[in-house]
């Protein structure tokens, strides 16, 4: 009786740990983006409104984007930008994210092949992952930066902004808390 009671305390016990675990993405996500008009003029770009989830039941990083929040150095590109019809830019893969919990990294790398959707197309980009983190007893501070190179014409970007060609370049960096 006392071994069953003891083995049953101690299930609900590991299974109480593991739904408690909470991700919660702390502060803004920086993304910076860049690419280059036919003339070879360099445009950069930030904006503050990404927004990054991994759905602990799914295994998955979701990665959202709404390219209108996106701000440049080039007001005729900015223009362009705020008046064309784009939908949310989003980046899917597979990523287990409590894989990265049970221990210290400094500048892990990891590289993901995610499935692009940007302007209705649907295509594979990989994104390199670089993950630092500090794990203590209740808490798991990360900060993940990321790079993705999105070619502008597999997107058929550049029939949208025909002054553009080559790849957009996004960097972001994101600051997660894991709390147990």
């Given at each position: 009786m006392l071994k069953a009671s003891l083995i049953t305390f101690l299930t609900l016990f590991i299974c109480s740990i593991s739904l408690a675990q909470q991700y919660s993405q702390s502060g803004v996500i920086h993304t910076d983006i860049q690419l280059y008009t036919k003339n070879g003029i360099q445009i950069n770009g930030?904006?503050?409104e990404m927004h990054i989830e991994?759905?602990?039941q799914d295994q998955k990083m979701e990665v959202t984007l709404d390219p209108h929040?996106?701000?440049t150095d080039n007001i005729e590109f900015d223009q362009q930008l705020y008046d064309c019809l784009l939908?949310?830019?989003v980046f899917a893969a597979e990523l287990d994210a409590s894989s990265l919990?049970?221990?210290s990294n400094y500048n892990e790398t990891i590289e993901l092949q995610t499935r692009a959707t940007i302007n209705n197309v649907t295509q594979n980009v990989m994104l390199y992952l670089i993950i630092s983190n500090k794990k203590t007893t209740n808490r798991n501070v990360m900060e993940i930066s990321g790079k993705g190179r999105i070619s502008i014409s597999d997107f058929k970007l550049d029939e949208i902004f025909?002054?553009?060609e080559g790849e957009l370049i996004?960097?972001?960096t994101q600051n997660l808390i894991i709390t147990y």
């Open positions: 930030t904006s503050k991994y759905p602990v929040t996106i701000k939908e949310d830019f919990e049970y221990h025909p002054n553009l996004v960097r972001f």
